[in-house]
């Protein structure tokens, strides 16, 4: 494997010599080809924006179509260090994908982090990891959005914006295949018979034999097989009002759980080895149906969406090769929500938004606890319904006081209802031993959310922010618990403090922005095991502190060659954390966040003369590293500093693509996940070095 990297690196050099030298003669032979040199403004298309990126008060990063491909981004997990302070970790299964952005963030139950997909919330963490295919960009709003966006965005949002028909029409194939029995493929069809209706069809197919083996039995334990389709219909009705319903689903049979059990006598020694095979297997299915109103004056946009959910987990508790504990649980999630937004035309005197929402989420869990010696069986069975209203306004005035300064302000107000019903029975062999329903009080929370923001341009190219805002994130139900006091957990709420900075330069060849932030929130919700060791539940902590800074460029180096850097540093502490008499975790590192995030990208396009094999070479080089990070409250356990880098190759003649890619090319060994239960250590190893090759056509 080592002889492998070193050749594709070395291929990847060679070319990047010999593409250099062939750009330099072909274009001393031919001046009328060089290209746009202007990196393009940046447009916010979050559904509640309508502005560019430097006139927006707040952090924001813009992966574009072309971005995504250049940093082989196939799911959210990709963003990783790519947007400053984001994390996604790639562990567990797709039903435990929590994010982290400035140290805010959920490992269960509710996330942290809002995402929109084409105007529709996605509000259960277990619906965030799905493959990205035909995406037309993503955007990673920064720090609390709870004025415009609600619940459960304390640490931003990711917009996510597929393409229309309407914008681009063709048809594309993609064929993949890669080491670990990695193969996709990928078919696409954008139509548009008339002037002023499009559709849109896309099919795509994901598989991987799976990274790591499990000694049990000699077979890979992650293994992936995930069947996605997406169909757009889009209707410019009249001059005025356009609809468009955008419906998608993907169905997923995933293997999970690859971790391995620590050797206390022997740290460095750790296998993945246990009896009971484990997976997560996921139907999602998601419409969402939005109708744009356009007036002299004003939009008017409404969003209808609708998501069911349907998934099961089977997994060993205790991942040994003893036959102990098992552990299955299965979902029925729907989802209905509707919202509502009337905003004025931009650049303005003086720019309004006014917003109402709602929405409707019922859940049917059942899970069942099997303690194998004991030949005993604990099934539970949740009831959960969840429905909410809210109310927000923005206002910006432009000018205000002074030329070039806006003043930003917004407030939201949130009602929510959560009820559970649950049911619990105890079998020991076939008797049952004991049973019992009950019926929860309901919970109710309700919650202002303001937000303030003054934006000064100091020239054209250039402008400072300051921002206040309210971040919240409700409470809810534990779906495991072993105390009554566990059931429940309170809201946590966020005050949010930054100062920001971004600039063009050189006509638009270099843009770039940071930030300082301080974020003040109490009631923080903390992942926790259950007293046995055998599940997960949310218990709040006292007072928490996230600070940091963050930047991001994009440059223009060359005519061809493109560069893009962006650093995060987030110290995130428990300010006052008392577990109880004996045991104060105040002072500590909150766990799951990286002190650093960084990526260094090299983008490097080569045009060839006319005639030749290749009508341009695309060669990116993608760095990203991850700071200290703790995975546990007494930080006791942590996984020190490391970084991945990944290359890609990639040759173009006229609408046929070949490409070269590897991950991990240095072969970077590290922990993706690790945790402690039933008085065990485990750990869960990262992606090794792996390479591939990916064929497009366009047509």
């Keep these: 494997m080592n002889k492998i990297k070193i050749i594709f690196t070395a291929i990847v050099f060679i070319l990047s010599i010999e593409s250099i030298h062939s750009q330099m003669v072909y274009l001393a032979a031919d001046s009328t080809s060089m ?25 924001v990063s813009v992966l574009t179509s ?28 797709k039903l435990t994908s929590p994010i982290y952005i400035r140290g805010i963030g959920s490992r269960i139950n509710e996330p942290s982090i809002g995402l929109y997909v084409d105007n529709a919330p996605y509000f259960d963490k277990a619906t965030f990891d ?38 681009y029409t063709g048809t594309r194939f993609m064929a993949s295949a890669g080491t670990y029995g990695q193969y996709g493929a990928n078919v696409s069809h954008y139509a548009k018979p008339v002037s002023n209706f499009g559709y849109s069809l896309a099919l795509n197919y994901r598989h991987n034999d799976g990274f790591y083996t499990n000694e049990y039995n000699g077979e890979k334990v992650d293994h992936l097989n995930s069947v996605g389709f997406r169909n757009r219909l889009s209707w410019k009705i009249n001059e005025k009002l356009t609809g468009e319903n955008i419906f998608g689903f993907e169905f997923s049979d995933q293997g999970g759980y690859p971790y391995a059990k620590i ?61 102990l504990f098992l552990a299955t649980q299965s979902q029925l999630q729907n989802l209905f929500s509707q919202e509502l937004i009337l905003k004025s035309k931009p650049k303005k005197r003086y720019d309004w938004l006014f917003g109402a929402s709602g929405f409707y989420q019922d859940f049917d869990r059942n899970v069942a606890v099997t303690d194998v010696p004991k030949n005993m069986q604990i099934m539970r069975d949740f009831t959960e319904i969840k429905k909410g209203v809210a109310l927000f306004h923005q206002s910006t005035l432009n000018d205000f006081l002074v030329r070039n300064l806006s003043l930003v302000v917004g407030l939201r107000y949130d009602w929510e209802y959560n009820s559970l019903a649950f049911g619990n029975d105890v079998f020991v062999g076939e008797n049952s031993v004991s049973a019992s329903d009950t019926l929860f009080p309901s919970m109710q929370f309700s919650v202002f959310s303001p937000k303030v923001a003054l934006n000064y341009y100091l020239s054209e190219h250039s402008s400072v922010y300051a921002l206040v805002s309210k971040g919240y994130k409700t409470g809810g139900f534990n779906a495991i618990f072993e105390r009554d006091e566990d059931l429940m957990y309170d809201p946590e709420e966020s005050w949010n403090y930054e100062l920001g900075f971004k600039t063009t ?38 007072h928490s502190v996230s600070k940091g800074f963050e930047f991001s460029t994009r440059a223009r180096i060359f005519d061809y060659t493109e560069a893009v850097v962006t650093y995060g540093y987030t110290h995130a502490t428990f300010i006052e954390h008392k577990v109880n008499e004996t045991t104060d975790y105040s002072g500590n590192f909150i766990p799951y966040i990286p002190l650093h995030t960084l990526a260094v990208q090299l983008n490097q396009t080569v045009v060839f003369r006319p ?87 366009a047509l």
């Design 35 to 59: 290209p746009e040199v202007q990196l393009d403004e940046i447009m916010i298309r979050a559904p509640k924006e309508n502005t560019t990126s430097r006139e927006l008060a707040g952090s």
């Design 505 to 542: 330069h050189h006509k638009n060849r270099i843009m770039a922005e940071a930030a300082l932030f301080y974020i003040d929130w109490t009631n923080q919700q903390i992942y926790q095991t259950v007293p046995s060791g055998r599940g997960s539940m949310l218990k709040n902590a006292g």
């Design 263 to 323: 050797d206390n006598e022997n740290p460095d020694n750790s296998e993945i080895n246990y009896d009971h095979p484990s997976g997560y297997d996921r139907d999602l299915i998601t419409n969402a149906l939005v109708f744009n109103y356009k007036e002299d004056k004003f939009d008017l946009v409404s969003t209808t969406s609708y998501q069911y959910l349907k998934d099961f987990q089977d997994v060993d508790q205790d991942f040994t090769a003893n036959p």
């Design 611 to 697: 005639n030749s094999m290749a009508d341009r070479l695309k060669i990116t080089a993608l760095y990203r590293g991850l700071g200290k990070h703790y995975w546990n409250e007494k930080n006791s356990a942590a996984q020190s500093a490391y970084g991945l880098l990944d290359l890609r190759v990639r040759a173009e003649r006229k609408k046929l693509g070949v490409e070269l890619w590897a991950k991990n090319v240095l072969g970077e060994d590290y922990s993706a996940f690790y945790f402690e239960a039933i008085g065990n250590r485990y750990q869960q190893p990262g992606v090794p070095f792996n390479m591939g090759i990916n064929l497009s056509l």
């Design 130 to 167: 799905f493959d990205l295919f035909d995406i037309e960009r993503i955007e990673v709003l920064r720090g609390p959005q709870g004025t415009l966006y609600g619940r459960n965005t304390m640490g931003g949002i990711i917009n996510v914006i597929t393409r229309s028909p309407l914008e």
């Design 66 to 93: 072309r971005s995504i491909s250049e940093a082989g981004i196939s799911s959210v997990k990709n963003v990783t260090s790519l947007a400053p302070n984001f994390f996604m970790p790639e562990y567990g299964s």
